[in-house]
C-alpha cells in the first residue's frame, strides 16, 4: 500500500514537471520567434535603405 502510494506522488510528478517543461519549452520558442522576426525587420529595413541610396548615387 504504502509502495503503491509512492509510486503514485512520483508519477504525479513527473507529470507536473513534464507539464512544465512543455510550458517553458513553448514560451522560448515564442521568445525565439519574435526575435527573428525582428531581426528580419531590421535586416529588411537596412537592405532597402541601402538599396535606396544606391539607387539615389546611380541617379544623375
Excluded: C, H
Amino acid at each position: 500500500m504504502q509502495f503503491d502510494r509512492q509510486r503514485d506522488i512520483k508519477i504525479t510528478t513527473l507529470f507536473w514537471i513534464a507539464l512544465f517543461g512543455l510550458f517553458l519549452t513553448t514560451v522560448y520558442s515564442g521568445i525565439i520567434v519574435n526575435q527573428g522576426l525582428r531581426t528580419m525587420r531590421k535586416i529588411d529595413f537596412i537592405y532597402y535603405r541601402n538599396k535606396k541610396e544606391a539607387e539615389r548615387e546611380m541617379k544623375p
